[in-house]
């Protein structure tokens, strides 16, 4: 019988809150080629967030979640 839990669990999984603006509600995407932080730095790179809020990160098998905005930031302005 195989398992519903990824095997691949184990993984920090960043996702970006977008504020769409008036007309769209505040959404949580994670990148299309992942979720890892290389994924949403080259996400945000390609300006691909319409008015980002925050950054969070979390790791279900570890049983944590944090905010990242701040380490995202501070990546993205030497790029």
Known sequence: MS???PQHNEQDIYLVED?????APVRY???ALGS???AIM????EGNHQCPCRVAVFNIAQGWV???SAEVDHELRPR
């Open 3 to 5: 398992s519903m839990v």
């Open 19 to 23: 504020d769409g603006g008036a007309s």
């Open 29 to 31: 995407e994670a990148p």
């Open 36 to 38: 890892d932080f290389e």
């Open 42 to 45: 080259m996400d945000f790179l």
């Open 66 to 68: 944090r905010d990242a």
